[in-house]
């Protein structure tokens, strides 16, 4: 009996270590790298970077940058009734950017990508 118990013992801490293992490792850091906003798409990281010049997008998975040459994408800007689209242009290995877009404060941003090669569409919704 007591063996049955001990071997019921072990396999649990066992499997809790392996859950503990995986989920601490499921993502890349939340961080932002470039000073902007990121949210999480799926296993997409996007930042998006409000400057002076423009609106500019970066995108990663696992904490690598995804090659933005691979995708092709818009930014939908909604600000009170108004709601504008802009395409994304290539601008940097994992960078998009839509120059001279000044989206007010509190507009609603959605980054809409579709790689080219599979069609996948992804989507990121942020507040600014």
Not at 97 to 122: D, F, M, N, R
Request: some cysteine; hydrophobic content about 45%; aromatic content about 6%.
């Amino acid at each position: 009996m007591n063996r049955l118990k001990i071997a019921a013992l072990t396999a649990a801490a066992l499997c809790g270590a392996g859950l503990l293992a995986t989920t601490s490792f499921a993502h890349g850091s939340m961080k932002p790298m470039h000073g902007g906003k990121v949210q999480m798409s799926g296993e997409t990281l996007f930042e998006i970077v409000k400057g002076p010049k423009g609106v500019d997008v970066y995108i990663s998975e696992e904490d690598e940058p995804l090659p933005a040459k691979d995708f092709t994408g818009k930014l939908i800007v909604t600000a009170g009734t108004q709601k504008t689209t802009s395409p994304l242009a290539v601008t940097g290995a994992n960078k998009f950017s839509v120059a001279g877009l000044k989206p007010a404060a509190g507009a609603k941003v959605v980054v809409s990508l579709v790689e080219t090669a599979s069609g996948t569409k992804t989507f990121a919704t942020f507040t600014l």
